[in-house]
Every structure is written in C-alpha cells, then in structure tokens.
Nanobody
Framework: VQLQASGGGLVQAGGSLKLSCSASGLTFERYHVAWFRQYPGKEREFVALFSRYGTTYYEDPLKGRCTISRDIATNTCYLDTYSLKPEDTAVYYC???????????????????WGQGTLVTVSS
C-alpha cells in the first residue's frame, strides 16, 4: 500500500499549483483521502478531504483557495491550489484511511497511510 504525492514546486504569490496523490494497493472508492501540510517547526495542518462517498470538506487557511477532486479510473486524488500566498509554503502530504462510514476526520492521527510529501514554495 503506497501513496505518492507530486506536483509541488516554486510559484509566485497569487499563482496556482495542482498537486497529485497516486495510490497503489488501495482504491479511493473504499478509502477516505486527505491533504495535510506542514512547515518545518510548525504543526501539521489539515487542508482538505475527499471521502469514499464523494463528500468534500475543507478547513482554513486554504478553504476557498483550493479544490480537492478524485479520479477513480486512475486512483488519483488532486488538490488544485490557487491564489497562493507565501504563508502557504509547506510540505504537502496526502493521507488515506479506511472507513465504512462517511465520517469526516481532519486530525492526522485518524489516517494510517501517508505519502512522502511534496514541497510547495510560494515566493513573494
């Protein structure tokens, strides 16, 4: 079971990036998938989730500036980010958890499968 995050890079403030999370060994039809981010020295932050039942949930500070989506055919989850700010600079991680219920969890401890992270750097 593996998650592979990609798509990070350097972008100017106000710009956009599309992050991808490719899964192997599991299917997003049966797993909830989420994006988190962490800046060195800071706590991990929840960004967004896409439940196995198609429900999406967002929290600040990226709420309204990102869109999470899922492609079942390719078993990939995407995070479109836009209007990026320098404070959005962080390593972005995708994570997955299995549940039979549509329980929306934003705490990292609820997720037991993590990708390696992709670095997003927003310059001012």
């Amino acid at each position: 079971v593996q998650l592979q995050a990609s798509g990070g890079g350097l972008v100017q403030a106000g710009g956009s990036l599309k992050l991808s999370c490719s899964a192997s060994g599991l299917t997003f039809e049966r797993y909830h998938v989420a994006w988190f981010r962490q800046y060195p020295g800071k706590e991990r932050e929840f960004v967004a989730l896409f439940s196995r039942y198609g429900t999406t949930y967002y929290e600040d500070p990226l709420k309204g500036r990102c869109t999470i989506s899922r492609d079942i055919a390719t078993n990939t989850c995407y995070l479109d980010t836009y209007s990026l700010k320098p404070e959005d600079t962080a390593v972005y991680y995708c994570a997955a958890r299995y549940s039979d219920y549509n329980d929306l969890r934003s705490d990292g401890q609820s997720y037991d499968i993590w990708g390696q992270g992709t670095l997003v750097t927003v310059s001012s």
